[in-house]
């Protein structure tokens, strides 16, 4: 649909007319006689003229030639409607203002219903005005004549009114019952354009959502991308980088906060499976191993548990550095009593008896740790069978096992 | 001796990317021989529809099933074909992780569950084991269940303890599993034989497919373990 604009082809004063009816997909002859007769009523039609051609911008149109016929009615009309606002002039405005008024307001009020609907609504409007006042059922048809009817009757009024001397009254009822009509006779618009405005708003809602999952996609999974195609050759550092992304993307969609999840509480506390959750993914990050931790039941990461947190990290670590492999397995089960940690890998194994005494990792950072927290460990490895570490931790208080 | 017939694998998934990935990496893994029946693709299919067409004209051996599809993803899948064929025997492979994702697809008649990120020669193993009737249990799918089938203040009471309840030994075997065990190691380790070990791995599964605990379906609808 063309934007309202005055035109510059095929114009007789301003390209005004021709504007407004490529605009309203009417015949301009229409539009050129709405505004002479306008222009009776009290020159109306004269200012309408002369303020659409103040404010609209001037455009090109649809580029067709005026061809002479047109020409000659356009001048006619024009000539006609400088007539009627002449005459209607001098013969003085008190028959024509109680006309003018209300019309005009009509019209303003029509021309904001018209700019405020966007398109597809405009062409439904279009196809269907007559379905718009008359459509509708038995209802409808009720609604016209109440309208009409008290349109009718506030004109009625006012003439009374006016006959008997202007009753203040009277003028006041008359432009109530008037407006009245008026709103019972344009209802239908008006839902139309609040449904049209929540739409809008839904439609808004949305493109917000989108844009902030395009951010997040470019901010993590895009730059992840690039950072790979950099390097394609260290299959090593790829692998690490794809892990990393997939467990950012996978938390933030599925995560205790995350995008997926619905009326989670967002402050709390955080539970046992995310901190082995963490603790394994670090681990993957620095040493480009992959650890598949698999949590069964879940507790509250507290300050009890995070001793058990640490060694289980420290296990992790240490599979990732000497088992030389790229699998590590980590399986928490949380019992009412107890929690227990298994971490496991198929690797080269080693024999705990000819550990160097200079190697504390196990010494301190498991056992040590474990033992002064209440826990215990059991270690199960030989050369070339791969090491498993259980690691146990009571929990503080046994059977306040949060029901899951 | 002749040439056993390789088993058919049908691929459903709604990425092509990923199927052509599948595709190469079990016709790399799954061609060597020696190891057991060679594994080859007999067709794929990109959405639910064609999954259905595609499953009962070819008659695959095996389905591998991806859980997250749109019309209703792997689960549809197996409820549109699991009775009309039942010797298609099918795998739920899957990103998804998340828990009800992964029962709901089990629990329609799946053998079992692996991730992803399996890498090619272990996913010809797990096509050979359905194959022959044994479910297969990821990590993660054990720790489902046992999550599905655990004790805890709240939960609903057991119905038919056969079908409600784990006997001890399956608990020990699932906890295995979870660990990350091959069912070899599940055996020296309970000191039973690889057959027990299966025997024990299906009834898991049955129980797991036909049980109507309350916990089991309320788990899956609410909660969300990644």
Partial sequence: MQRLQRVRSGRVVAGVAV???????????????????????????????????????????????????????ALGLAALGVGLALA?????????????????VALVGAAVVWREADETQRQRWRSGAGAVVFGGGRIAVLRVLAGAGLVVAGTAIFLLGQIN??????????????????????????????????????????????????AHLHDSVLQTLALIQQQPDSSREVRRLARG???????????????????????????????LSAAAGEVEDIYAVSVQAVVVGDCPADEAMSPLVQAT?????????????????????????????????????????????DRHGLADSIHGRMERNGGSVRLRTSPGEGTEVQLIMPRPKPGEDEPS | MTEPEPIGVFLVDDHALFRSGVRA??????????AGRTVSVVGEAGSVREAVAGIGH???????????????????????????????????????????????????GA?????????????????????????????????????????????????????????????DVLRLLARGYAYKEIGSELFISVKTVETHASSVLRKTQLSNRYELSRWASDRRLV
């Fill in chain 1, 88 to 104: 209607s002039t001098a013969l003085g405005t008190s028959w024509s203002s109680w006309i003018t008024a209300p019309l005009g």
């Fill in chain 1, 19 to 73: 504007g407004v009816a490529e605009h309203l997909g009417v015949p301009v002859l229409w539009v050129r006689a709405v505004f002479a007769a306008l222009a009776g009523l009290g020159g109306a039609g004269v200012l309408a003229y002369g303020l659409l051609w103040a404010f609209l911008p001037e455009g090109p149109g649809s580029g067709q030639p005026p061809n002479p016929k047109d020409h000659q009615q």
């Fill in chain 2, 25 to 34: 990496e079990l016709e790399r893994a799954g061609s060597a021989a020696g």
């Fill in chain 1, 165 to 214: 001397l202007g009753q203040v009254q009277f003028g006041l009822l008359a432009v109530l019952a008037t407006l009245v009509g008026v709103a019972v006779l344009t209802v239908p618009w008006w839902l139309r354009l609040m449904r049209a405005l929540g739409e809008e708003r839904r439609a808004r809602i949305r493109t917000t959502e989108r844009a902030e999952i395009a």
């Fill in chain 2, 58 to 108: 070819l008659r695959p051996d095996v389905v591998l099933l991806d859980v997250h599809m749109p019309d209703g993803g792997g689960a549809e899948v197996l409820r549109k074909t699991h009775t009309d064929w039942p010797d298609v025997v099918f795998l739920a492979l899957s990103v998804s992780d998340a828990a009800e994702d992964v029962i709901a697809v089990i629990r329609a």
């Fill in chain 1, 313 to 357: 990290r420290e296990a992790i670590v240490n599979a990732a550095k000497h088992a030389g492999v790229s699998e590590i397995s980590v399986y928490a089960e949380v019992e009412p009593a107890q929690v227990t940690v298994f971490v496991r890998d198929r690797g080269s194994g080693f024999d705990p008896d000819a550990v160097g005494d």
């Fill in chain 1, 245 to 275: 992304q997939e467990r950012q993307l996978r938390s933030w969609l599925y995560g205790p906060q995350g995008y997926g999840r619905t009326g989670r509480d967002a402050a709390a506390p955080p539970q046992l499976s995310e901190a």
């Fill in chain 2, 111 to 171: 053998r079992g569950y692996v991730t992803k990120t399996i890498s090619g020669h272990e996913l010809v193993d797990a096509v050979r084991r359905v194959q022959t009737g044994d479910p297969v249990f990821s990590p993660r799918l054990a720790g489902f269940v046992l999550d599905a089938f655990a004790q805890r203040p709240g939960t609903g009471a057991v119905g038919d303890p056969e079908l409600d309840l784990l006997t001890p030994r399956e608990r």
